[in-house]
């Protein structure tokens, strides 16, 4: 058990100075519901930074009773000011806010954003964890408090991690990350201290800053990010990686938008991949069916599933962010707001979602933590002992075929040394673990990250990264 200690590392922010879905599905930012539903500007007593707290700062272990604080009074997704500009404007209001939501914040915007929350605010630390193809930063934002704890006790620690944007041309969600951390640095609710000096929010705003600027789905190579969370050919999804890497989020929201329908206002899904742990994944389809489900009509928001029918975009693919955070032993959320609706409805569901998931993780928090922990343990063994089988294709709504399932499962894959190379973003970024055998590389199916392992390297993957040798036989996996 680690302690979790309470204190902020003294690393100044420094901003740098930086001067698809599909065509059809170009999100734009339109007043439609702006009168309806809209989220209007913070009060402007969120620049008041708060000093008069205090906080026991000692020392707490690794993911402990996280409920023990009592529920905040979690932040509405709008404020109580109206549409209209206050007498005095925070510096830490984005440009969408500014311009009550008819246009969305730019690049440059963003960066004197996020400088602003961090003047203001004792409880954030942001630095850059990446850039993207153009060299733009990509930044990681750690919420906490008193202070954000040091990074080695945010990955021994319970945390959240929240990404918007990664297609660039579905903005709401990055409108509402913003917002939402914000809210959480600033807003002087008396119970939202103690919560934040219990677990961490991890919030990477902009997955994808070329194609915000550009409002492209895609990044500047043409790169879907969220099909690149297992190839890891593109800056942004290896930074993506390397934050849950060095993080270790027990829970990941992906927000995202949709341009064919006006209904409903959002649209949910778990990791369908049948190769999570099988507990975190119910307690992912319980975040969706039980809570969000329940509370977000509540709020006035209408939600169903994401792409009800099987297959598709709403499957199994391991190479979208929603399923690849479940096979990296984290409970996932899929959140996809309608781009035909107004932005700042949009933008609202989306932080009254983020606000919601705050929920599900501190009342569920032990079980949470449960699954989370036991789950590498429990997909190693699996695959020492070779007790279930792999998965291919197939998820939890839609079976595989025979010839999709590796049964029994190999025990271990034989690589060359050329073809250990190309998988080199995988083995530092997956934590995958190689050992030499006569001249060449084992990748051996006992480890906790053999949830990745033939997806990478099994000729019958959808796209392996190179073809290992499955060693399967008895004789080849040292049975008796």
Not at 76 to 103: I, K, M, W, Y
Not at 438 to 449: F, I, N, T, Y
């Amino acid at each position: 058990m680690h302690p979790l200690m309470l204190g902020r590392a003294s690393s100044p922010f420094a901003i740098p100075a930086i001067q698809e879905k599909e065509p059809d599905k170009l999100m734009t930012s339109r007043p439609d519901d702006a009168e309806v539903r809209a989220c209007p500007r913070p009060s402007a007593s969120l620049s008041r930074r708060r000093t008069e707290w205090s906080a026991e700062t000692g020392p707490r272990s690794r993911r402990s009773s996280l409920l023990a604080i009592g529920l905040l009074p979690i932040l509405g997704a709008c404020s109580d000011q109206g549409l209209g500009p206050p007498e005095e404007v925070s510096p830490a209001v984005t440009g969408f806010e500014e311009r009550s939501g008819l246009g969305f914040t730019t690049h440059s915007e963003e960066l004197a954003f996020l400088a602003a929350v961090d003047a203001e605010s004792d409880r954030v630390r942001i630095t850059e964890v990446g850039t993207s193809v153009r060299g733009r930063p990509i930044h990681l934002v750690r919420l906490g408090y008193p202070q954000p704890a040091p990074d080695d006790q945010i990955a021994a620690g319970p945390s959240l991690l929240v990404v918007g944007a990664q297609h660039g041309n579905e903005p709401a969600g990055r409108e509402a990350a913003l917002q939402f951390l914000r809210d959480l640095a600033l807003d002087e609710a008396s119970l939202l201290p103690d919560a934040l000096s219990t677990a961490t929010v991890l919030v990477i705003p902009t997955a994808n800053p070329d194609g915000r600027v550009a409002n492209t789905r895609r990044n500047a190579d043409n790169v879907d990010i969220n099909r690149d969370h297992l190839a890891l050919v593109s800056p942004e999804a290896r930074a993506i990686a390397q934050v849950i890497r060095d993080f270790r989020p027990d829970l990941v929201v992906d927000a995202h938008e949709r341009g064919e329908a006006t209904t409903p206002d959002l649209q949910l899904l778990w990791p369908r991949n049948l190769n999570v742990y099988g507990p975190v994944r119910d307690l992912s389809r319980a975040l969706v069916e039980d809570h969000l489900f329940d509370q977000l009509p509540l709020a006035g928001y209408s939600v169903e599933l994401y792409s009800a029918a099987p297959g598709g975009a709403g499957g199994e693919d391991e190479r979208m962010l929603r399923n690849a955070a479940g096979l990296r032993h984290a409970v996932g959320l899929l959140v996809e707001s309608s781009s035909q609706l107004g932005a700042p409805l949009r933008a609202a569901a989306h932080q009254e979602t983020m606000n919601s998931v705050l929920k599900f993780f501190w009342n569920r928090s032990s079980e949470i933590v449960t699954a989370v922990t036991a789950a590498p343990g429990a997909k190693e063994a699996s695959g020492r002992d070779r007790s279930e089988p792999f998965y291919l294709f197939g998820a939890d709504d839609n079976a595989p075929t025979p010839d999709q399932i590796l049964d029994p499962s190999p025990c271990a894959y034989a690589l060359s040394t050329e073809q250990v190379t190309t998988l080199e973003s995988q083995i530092r970024l997956l934590e995958l673990q190689t050992e030499t055998d006569g001249s060449g590389v084992l990748v051996r199916m006992d480890q906790p990250m053999m949830t990745v392992v033939p997806f990478l390297v099994d000729a019958g993957a959808r796209e392996p990264r190179v073809t290992g040798v499955a060693r399967v036989s008895a004789v080849e996996c040292g049975a008796p």
